[in-house]
């Protein structure tokens, strides 16, 4: 069994920055990608940025520069840096990865972390 557990949501400014920090435990042989997507009230999930284990980080249009996508792959923790942050930003921001263990390869969500930007 693998957990992904999110940190780091909040309430922030518009204009301010957030890191979120997805760190997975459990069945883990290798992780082959992580990615963040997005679910706003009302909305469908969205993908925000992803990479996979040696390739590069693509983004949404949306993040338009203001997000970093990055991982520590020692501690099996993936990071997503906003900056700049917009009211329309405010939404439940989860974490994918996509593993391999002893059982074979699945993708594996964790519980969401609520980031809400205010004016």
């Known amino acids: 069994q693998v957990q992904l557990v999110e940190s780091g949501g909040g309430l922030v400014q518009s204009g301010g920055s957030l890191r979120l920090s997805c760190a997975a435990s459990?069945?883990?042989?290798?992780?082959?990608?992580m990615a963040w997507y997005r679910q706003a009230p009302g909305k469908e999930r969205e993908l925000v940025a992803g990479?996979?284990?040696?390739?590069?980080?693509h983004y949404a249009d949306f993040t338009k520069g203001r997000f970093t996508i990055s991982r520590d792959n020692a501690k099996n923790t993936a990071y997503l840096q906003m900056n700049s942050l917009k009211l329309e930003d405010t939404a439940v921001y989860y974490c994918?990865?996509?593993?391999?263990?002893?059982?074979?390869?699945?993708?594996?969500w964790g519980q969401g972390t609520q980031v809400t930007v205010s004016s």
């Open positions: 459990g069945d883990i042989f290798s992780i082959l990608a």
């Open positions: 990479v996979i284990t040696g390739g590069n980080p």
């Open positions: 994918k990865a996509h593993i391999r263990g002893t059982r074979g390869r699945a993708d594996y």
